[in-house]
């Protein structure tokens, strides 16, 4: 059984910073991507962050510049550095790793930043 345990998430002012991490279990085949994404009350959910096997990585326009995602996957852990935070960044923000075709999810950390 495959679970996505995300930790890191909190309450933050504009402008601050806060640290993502998610820890995979229960993988048996390599993983080929890692990432996060998030989901806004009333909003679709949306991609933050992805991180493949072969250290490509790639992120969502409102957040190029701001964040940074790293790994390596390789150790089934990912971090997600949030700088220059936005109250427009408040979310859940969902873990998410994909292995032999499968998605899974974690369950979510809230991230609230305030003005």
């Known amino acids: 059984q495959v679970q996505l345990v995300e930790s890191g998430g909190g309450l933050v002012q504009a402008g601050g910073s806060l640290r993502l991490s998610c820890s995979a279990s229960?993988?048996?085949?390599?993983?080929?991507?890692m990432g996060w994404y998030r989901q806004a009350p009333g909003k679709q959910r949306e991609l933050v962050a992805r991180?493949?096997?072969?250290?490509?990585?790639e992120y969502g326009d409102s957040v190029k510049g701001r964040f940074t995602i790293s790994g390596p996957i390789a150790l089934n852990t990912i971090y997600l550095q949030m700088n220059s935070l936005r109250p427009e960044d408040t979310a859940i923000y969902y873990c998410?790793?994909?292995?032999?075709?499968?998605?899974?999810w974690g369950q979510g950390t809230q991230v609230t930043v305030s003005s």
């Open positions: 998410t790793a994909e292995t032999i075709g499968i998605d899974y």
């Open positions: 229960g993988i048996i085949f390599s993983l080929n991507y």
């Open positions: 991180l493949t096997n072969v250290g490509r990585s």
